[in-house]
């Protein structure tokens, strides 16, 4: 278990070829024990932008705050504070900051290779909320 205001997760540079002006906090990652899925915040100053790049696993992203364009092979579409983007997998992309203040963003993936966890479903045999 892991509770923590964002901030007090150590702000990282993000330096993949292609990004610019881009930092990263691992808000939850596999030393937390999360088992499956690690959650990042990004944080990308005005300006700038993660690298235009595809991989084989999906992302799930909410915007926190500022205000953005999602870059794909597919064309650009604009995101803003409370919205949330799939990115399916295996499709180029990008996010670019086209505010003029800071963009932050959650950004939840799957572990390339996920830990054991000790119980199938801690909730029993049922499904909650189509999970």
Same mark, same amino acid.
């Given at each position: 278990?892991?509770?923590?205001?964002? *901030?007090?997760?150590?702000?990282?540079?993000?330096?993949?070829?292609?990004?610019?002006?881009?930092?990263? #906090?691992?808000?939850? +990652?596999?030393?937390?024990?999360?088992?499956?899925?690690?959650?990042?915040?990004?944080?990308?100053?005005?300006?700038?932008?993660?690298?235009?790049?595809?991989?084989?696993?999906?992302?799930?992203?909410?915007?926190?705050?500022?205000?953005?364009?999602?870059?794909? *092979? #597919?064309?650009?579409?604009?995101? +803003?504070?409370? *919205?949330?983007?799939?990115? *399916?997998?295996?499709?180029?992309?990008?996010?670019?900051?086209?505010?003029?203040?800071?963009?932050?963003?959650?950004?939840?993936?799957?572990?390339?290779?996920?830990?054991?966890?000790?119980?199938?479903?801690?909730?029993?045999?049922?499904?909650?909320?189509?999970?």
């Amino acid at each position: 278990m892991k509770l923590a205001h964002y *901030d007090q997760v150590e702000l990282e540079p993000v330096n993949a070829e292609g990004a610019e002006n881009v930092k990263i #906090r691992w808000l939850i +990652a596999q030393k937390d024990g999360a088992p499956n899925f690690a959650m990042r915040m990004f944080e990308v100053e005005p300006g700038g932008h993660t690298p235009y790049h595809k991989h084989a696993w999906e992302h799930e992203i909410w915007c926190v705050e500022g205000k953005g364009s999602f870059v794909t *092979d #597919r064309g650009e579409m604009a995101f +803003a504070a409370q *919205d949330f983007i799939f990115v *399916d997998p295996n499709i180029m992309h990008q996010f670019k900051n086209v505010g003029d203040s800071a963009l932050r963003f959650l950004c939840l993936i799957p572990h390339e290779e996920p830990v054991k966890k000790k119980t199938l479903n801690p909730f029993a045999a049922g499904k909650a909320n189509n999970c």
